[in-house]
């Protein structure tokens, strides 16, 4: 009775917990942040000519998503069952209904202007209460099923030892259950829990620390783009110069007073009886005016028109070092304030978190320092700094003294040397480490690098191809730099072979440079390789197959330049004159 009790609370428990945490709903701050960011994005996607009606409401596409996978269930189901035809079709007909309203044909324009920049559209997430599909998550559910399988076995081993007929046999039942308990969860877990040749999160950090200038601040996110940069830098003394600042611990006082203390030394504006008083957001302090988004407005508001007058005033004239230092100074704050004005526009945000002042303050008080971005931080936490940032190899790096916003800037000639020549991938599409999907997403970085470069090379290729006339050296130049972005391309195909954007980024590169049989053939081995459940990947590589099929299957054509013929005049007076020096030297 006690056991039947103990399983009935625990499985009621653990139901709850397991499945009842998420809602059906974003939460409203993050409902409203999705409308603001995305409202600015369609904005940008309607110039380019993608023809959005309306922002869907995240909250309908929740529901929208949801429902078309209930009837794809639905249908699947049917089909097992070997149902009607007709109930099939009506179930296939809801499908097309969902698929075709309006919100969702919006939401998939959304998705194709963010996949021809080698992005992934943010789908809106409900709300989240931190129930992943990470075995941690899940172990009081182990632990109580393992419980119940040991009372099921001790119950089993004990019917056998007190009845006469088996009690013999009781010893060597207990002792086999026992075997069995140890060698079936080895042989079953053995292959994702095998380390060995597992250097994928040494190399990312080695990648990531090696992306960074000499004595640069790198902002991180969370624990997965932090960790692995520490044990570089503590256990394997490598860039050492380089601090690691984590944006999560950023929120806390202690962390930030240890950067007055340990090497490398940070500056900031804040002593440490200040970063308790004015830095630090807690419920004790939250009537702080420091604490309110509007007073840094203010400030900004303020500060900026002096710092462009003081700007003006010294731009183009003859400056000492120090005047010149002085310069580069007001433009860098002008810069960070004027970013900051920007970002508290976008996000309407009422309190300025802590890591909030932290960024801002680094950028101003570190003059002497590169401030750098992993591409793993989520641009809302950027403070507006990604108007003067870009992006080298793993990092966002601000230029500091450019006033040029630069927004969505990518150096394709400084990450293809650090591909070529720094970065390790170790493990990586050669098999001789297990690479489970979540960590496949967490390397999406590498992903977007070889995107990046690729859709780098594709724009000077259609400048070349619209430009007349089309030489043979120009001919070169595009074959040239259709070979350097398909080596990058199929370096991510060989180590993320299910990754369908390389394949469709390295069949337009080839459409571009007019080689059709090479866009159809690296288009088909995408169909091959991308896994049948990712089916917004298959669909855009059938689409693109079936269009490029269509091209015609013919070369480039090359044309010959002008030859600029000089006057008959001028020619007959130039060999007049070249004549003389012939009959001179025979002479």
């Known amino acids: ?22 809602g059906t709903r974003m939460e409203q701050r993050e409902h409203d942040y999705w409308v603001s960011v995305m409202s600015r994005n369609v904005s940008d996607l309607n110039r380019n000519g993608m023809n959005i009606t309306a922002l869907p409401d995240p909250n309908d596409l929740i529901d929208v998503r949801q429902k078309i996978e209930r009837a794809k269930i639905r249908v699947e189901a049917l089909r097992q069952h070997n149902a009607d035809a007709a109930k099939i079709a009506d179930a296939e007909k809801k499908i097309s209904e969902y698929e075709n309203s309006t919100a969702w044909q919006n939401w998939k324009k959304i998705e194709s202007g963010f996949a021809q920049v080698g992005q992934r559209a943010p789908f809106p997430e409900a709300v989240h209460m931190e129930v992943r599909e990470r075995d941690y998550f899940y172990t009081p559910a182990f632990i109580f099923m393992s419980l119940i399988f040991g009372i099921g076995a001790g119950i089993l081993v ?13 010893a060597p039942l207990a002792a086999l259950l026992a075997i069995v308990s140890f ?43 932090t960790f692995p940069l520490w044990f570089a830098q503590e256990v394997a003394g490598i860039r050492k110069d380089v601090r690691v600042v984590n944006l999560s611990l950023g929120n806390t006082d202690w962390y930030i007073k240890q950067m007055l203390d340990n090497e490398p030394i940070l500056k900031l504006s804040y002593d440490k009886e200040a970063i308790d008083r004015d830095m630090v ?5 939250a009537s702080n005016p420091n604490h309110s988004t509007a007073t840094w407005v203010r400030q900004a508001e303020r500060l900026m028109p002096q710092l462009k007058a003081r700007i003006d005033q010294m731009e183009g004239q003859q400056l000492s070092a120090a005047d010149s230092a002085k310069l580069l100074q007001f433009k860098v704050h002008y810069q960070v304030w004027d970013a900051f004005h920007d970002w508290a526009e976008r996000s ?48 966002y790096n601000l230029v500091k003294g450019d006033l040029t916003p630069k927004r969505n800037e990518f150096d394709a000639a400084y990450t293809a040397n650090l591909i070529d020549n720094v970065f390790k991938y170790r493990g990586l599409g050669d098999g001789t480490a297990f690479i489970n999907s979540e960590t496949e997403r967490l390397l999406s970085s590498y992903v977007s690098l070889y ?15 619209q430009e007349r006339p089309f030489t043979a050296a120009k001919k070169a130049e595009l074959d040239s730099l259709a070979a350097m972005s398909a080596k990058y391309l199929e370096l991510g195909i060989k180590q993320f072979p299910r990754e369908w954007r ?48 269509q091209m015609p299957d013919e070369p480039i054509k090359v044309e010959e330049a002008p030859v600029e013929v000089p006057p008959a005049d001028s020619a007959a007076d130039s060999s007049k004159v070249d004549s003389t020096p012939v009959v001179a030297a025979a002479n």
């Not at 909030?356 to 809302?380: F, H, R, Y």
């Not at 169909?527 to 490029?548: C, H, T, W, Y």
């Open 1 to 22: 009775l006690f056991v039947s009790v103990l399983y009935a609370l625990c499985s009621l428990g653990l139901l709850f917990y397991i499945n009842f945490a998420d």
């Open 348 to 395: 309407r945000s009422g309190m300025m978190l802590t890591q909030n002042k932290l960024v801002i303050d680094l950028a101003l008080q570190n003059m002497d320092k590169p401030i750098e971005i992993s591409t793993t931080v989520g641009t809302s936490n950027f403070m507006g700094l990604e108007k003067y940032m870009v992006q080298e190899g793993l990092v």
């Open 451 to 465: 995107l990046q470069i690729s859709f780098d090379a594709r724009e000077k290729m259609s400048k070349l191809r």
């Open 158 to 170: 004990l019917t056998c030892a007190t009845t006469a007929a088996t009690a013999s046999f009781a």
């Open 281 to 285: 957001l807690d419920n004790s302090s």
């Open 502 to 549: 390389n394949y469709w980024a390295a069949a337009y590169v080839y459409e571009v440079a007019g080689m059709k049989k090479e866009a159809l053939e690296v288009l088909s081995r995408g169909l091959k390789n991308i896994p049948s459940f990712d089916e917004g990947g298959r669909s855009r590589l059938a689409v693109s197959l079936q269009q490029m099929s």
């Open 183 to 225: 060698a079936v969860p080895c042989i079953s877990n053995y292959e994702e829990h095998d380390r060995s040749g597992l250097w994928v999160p040494w190399d990312y950090a080695y990648n990531l620390l090696n992306s960074c200038r000499p004595n640069a601040i790198l902002f991180t996110n969370g624990d997965n783009d």
